[in-house]
């Protein structure tokens, strides 16, 4: 058969939207077809219809040629689909053989010596580099996502759907994911790539089929088709990836850092006598490989970690020791890096999550009784100035959102705080590139009302686009402070490396 999936006329529909309308989507054996729409698109919902995690209400599957009813997961198994979804399905202090065969065991005993060899033999195959017996909490994030695809493997899978797969990688580790993307294809499984990430799909994938508020726009060819047309496709308008700013204007130190040394979770120094100035009216970027002290600095500036040595200030005032909720009144607004298990209370819905630093001011609360109409409003203006899309609005869980949409929350609540310190760690982190554009956008105009952002991101083009000025970690180590409209990738990149020295600016 030409085609080893075929989704035909899907329709899933929940309480408040239609997530899937007469979508459409076939698979070739041996190609890589991205699936490519903005966040809440119904991407992931389809997905999971593939996967049996959902049934559709209209619509029918086949998989190789034959008309397939795909109940639960363990269906998809045995027809040969695996997924790894967005967020991975790990137990975090089980090993890497215990995940894998986790709910694929068999007989009474555990052959678990037996499985870990399989494993390993999967491992060099597909050049994942994975060790059997590491514990999931002690593994990078990237390789937690290669004991996924290798779970995957394990059970034969002929189909891998790779949700978001790029999100939270680092650049370096993106590159490997293609190569094993490639190795995957070359051995003549079929992969389905939902990703926002355009260049990523011009590097690997043969065709994609966009999808926009839950509707087919079509089905391109990628080699000839440009970045540029499908963005287009995708969010039904012209995107510039340019970010348009005028020069800032510095004004008065808002955050001091002098001298600055915290530890990491082994208890030796993670950042060391880091010394940086934020100031009015500019965003300075962090750049660096993930790992060399980004964490750290965040944690140590928002009070989650304890300061071995050194001095925080906030406009000329000693935090160094202040409470969390002490930084938040004086004008410290923090999007984290984890949204999931920092930035929302899963299980709150999202009128609660807008209000969690503010619910004990007025006019959200009067001798400890919330007033609920002031709060459903605040949040309901949050949630359609930054386009949050959800089934019941305010009233939705926050678990029920996509990861785009769950992201933008965040930050519509962090800056509607008006902070005069926005810190943004990988703000961008699984957008689509009409949402890139816009929170750049929020950004630039945050800065420009006379406020100062530190802006954390692994992405150096989002770094030099959208900095002033750009510091550059290594190792825990202040390398240098640039302009960054006076240096480019390739400088940056270097100094990253431990290799140039940008000065102080």
């Given at each position: 058969?030409?085609?080893?999936?075929?989704?035909?006329?899907?329709?899933?529909?929940?309480?408040?939207?239609?997530?899937?309308?007469?979508?459409?989507?076939?698979?070739?054996?041996?190609?890589?077809?991205?699936?490519?729409?903005?966040?809440?698109?119904?991407?992931?919902?389809?997905?999971?219809?593939?996967?049996?995690?959902?049934?559709?209400?209209?619509?029918?599957?086949?998989?190789?040629?034959?008309?397939?009813?795909?109940?639960?997961?363990?269906?998809a198994?045995?027809?040969?689909?695996?997924?790894?979804?967005?967020?991975?399905?790990?137990?975090?202090?089980?090993?890497?053989?215990?995940?894998?065969?986790?709910?694929?065991?068999?007989?009474?005993?555990?052959?678990?010596?037996?499985a870990?060899?399989?494993?390993?033999?999967?491992?060099?195959?597909?050049?994942?580099?994975?060790?059997?017996?590491?514990?999931?909490?002690?593994?990078?994030?990237?390789m937690?996502?290669?004991?996924?695809?290798?779970?995957?493997?394990?059970?034969?899978?002929?189909?891998?759907?790779?949700?978001?797969?790029?999100a939270?990688?680092?650049?370096?580790?993106?590159?490997?994911?293609?190569?094993?993307?490639?190795?995957l294809?070359?051995?003549?499984?079929?992969?389905?790539?939902?990703?926002?990430?355009?260049?990523?799909?011009?590097?690997?994938?043969n065709?994609?089929?966009?999808?926009?508020?839950?509707k087919?726009?079509?089905?391109?060819?990628?080699?000839?088709?440009?970045?540029?047309?499908m963005?287009?496709?995708?969010?039904?308008?012209?995107?510039?990836?340019?970010?348009?700013?005028?020069?800032?204007?510095?004004?008065?130190?808002?955050?001091?850092?002098?001298?600055?040394?915290?530890?990491?979770?082994?208890?030796?120094?993670?950042?060391?006598?880091?010394?940086?100035?934020?100031r009015?009216?500019?965003?300075?970027?962090?750049?660096?490989?993930?790992?060399?002290?980004?964490?750290?600095?965040?944690?140590?500036?928002?009070?989650?970690?304890?300061?071995?040595?050194?001095?925080?200030?906030?406009?000329?005032?000693?935090?160094?020791r202040?409470?969390?909720r002490?930084?938040?009144?004086?004008?410290?607004?923090?999007?984290?890096?984890?949204?999931?298990?920092?930035?929302?209370?899963?299980?709150?819905?999202?009128?609660?999550?807008?209000?969690?630093?503010?619910?004990?001011?007025?006019?959200?609360?009067?001798?400890?009784?919330?007033?609920?109409?002031?709060i459903?409003?605040?949040?309901?203006?949050?949630?359609?100035s930054?386009?949050?899309?959800?089934?019941?609005?305010?009233?939705?869980?926050?678990?029920?959102?996509?990861?785009?949409?769950?992201?933008?929350a965040?930050?519509?609540?962090?800056i509607?705080?008006?902070?005069?310190?926005?810190?943004?760690?990988?703000?961008?982190?699984?957008?689509?590139?009409g949402?890139?554009?816009?929170?750049?956008?929020?950004?630039?105009?945050?800065?420009?009302?006379?406020?100062?952002?530190?802006?954390?991101?692994?992405?150096?083009?989002e770094?030099?686009?959208?900095?002033?000025?750009?510091?550059?970690?290594?190792?825990?180590?202040?390398?240098g402070?640039?302009?960054?409209?006076?240096t480019?990738?390739?400088?940056?990149?270097?100094?990253?490396?431990?290799?140039?020295?940008?000065?102080?600016?």
């Amino acid at each position: 058969m030409e085609f080893v999936v075929e989704m035909l006329n899907i329709r899933k529909e929940f309480p408040g939207v239609v997530a899937n309308d007469d979508i459409t989507l076939q698979l070739r054996k041996g190609e890589i077809h991205a699936l490519l729409g903005e966040n809440g698109a119904g991407k992931s919902t389809l997905m999971s219809i593939l996967f049996g995690m959902y049934q559709p209400d209209l619509g029918m599957i086949k998989i190789n040629g034959e008309q397939v009813k795909i109940a639960s997961p363990n269906v998809a198994n045995k027809l040969g689909i695996g997924m790894v979804h967005q967020h991975f399905k790990l137990v975090s202090n089980f090993t890497v053989t215990e995940n894998i065969i986790l709910g694929n065991e068999k007989g009474i005993v555990l052959d678990i010596s037996g499985a870990a060899r399989r494993i390993e033999e999967l491992s060099k195959r597909y050049g994942l580099n994975v060790d059997p017996h590491a514990k999931i909490e002690d593994i990078s994030v990237g390789m937690q996502q290669r004991v996924e695809i290798l779970k995957m493997l394990y059970r034969n899978a002929e189909v891998l759907i790779l949700d978001e797969p790029s999100a939270v990688l680092t650049p370096q580790e993106i590159v490997e994911l293609g190569k094993i993307m490639l190795s995957l294809i070359a051995e003549g499984k079929s992969i389905i790539l939902i990703t926002h990430k355009l260049k990523e799909i011009k590097a690997v994938a043969n065709r994609c089929t966009v999808i926009r508020r839950g509707k087919t726009i079509g089905t391109v060819d990628v080699a000839t088709t440009s970045e540029l047309k499908m963005a287009e496709m995708m969010v039904g308008r012209n995107v510039s990836f340019k970010v348009e700013k005028e020069g800032s204007r510095p004004g008065e130190v808002i955050l001091k850092l002098d001298g600055l040394t915290v530890n990491n979770n082994k208890n030796v120094p993670g950042l060391k006598n880091f010394t940086l100035d934020v100031r009015a009216g500019e965003i300075v970027g962090i750049a660096g490989v993930e790992g060399n002290g980004q964490t750290e600095l965040v944690e140590a500036i928002t009070g989650l970690r304890k300061v071995e040595s050194g001095r925080i200030e906030m406009e000329g005032q000693d935090i160094t020791r202040e409470s969390i909720r002490g930084r938040i009144h004086k004008g410290i607004a923090h999007i984290p890096e984890d949204r999931q298990k920092r930035g929302l209370v899963l299980d709150y819905t999202l009128e609660e999550n807008m209000i969690l630093q503010v619910y004990n001011r007025k006019p959200f609360a009067k001798r400890g009784i919330l007033n609920k109409a002031a709060i459903r409003k605040y949040a309901s203006s949050i949630l359609e100035s930054f386009d949050v899309r959800s089934g019941r609005g305010p009233l939705s869980m926050s678990r029920s959102l996509s990861g785009g949409n769950q992201q933008k929350a965040i930050i519509g609540r962090e800056i509607e705080l008006d902070p005069g310190l926005l810190i943004a760690v990988q703000p961008t982190r699984g957008l689509d590139v009409g949402s890139i554009e816009y929170i750049h956008k929020r950004l630039i105009e945050h800065r420009n009302r006379g406020k100062a952002v530190l802006l954390i991101s692994l992405e150096l083009d989002e770094v030099l686009n959208v900095s002033d000025r750009i510091a550059v970690l290594n190792n825990g180590e202040l390398i240098g402070v640039v302009n960054a409209s006076e240096t480019n990738e390739n400088d940056i990149g270097l100094m990253m490396a431990g290799v140039g020295n940008g000065g102080d600016q």
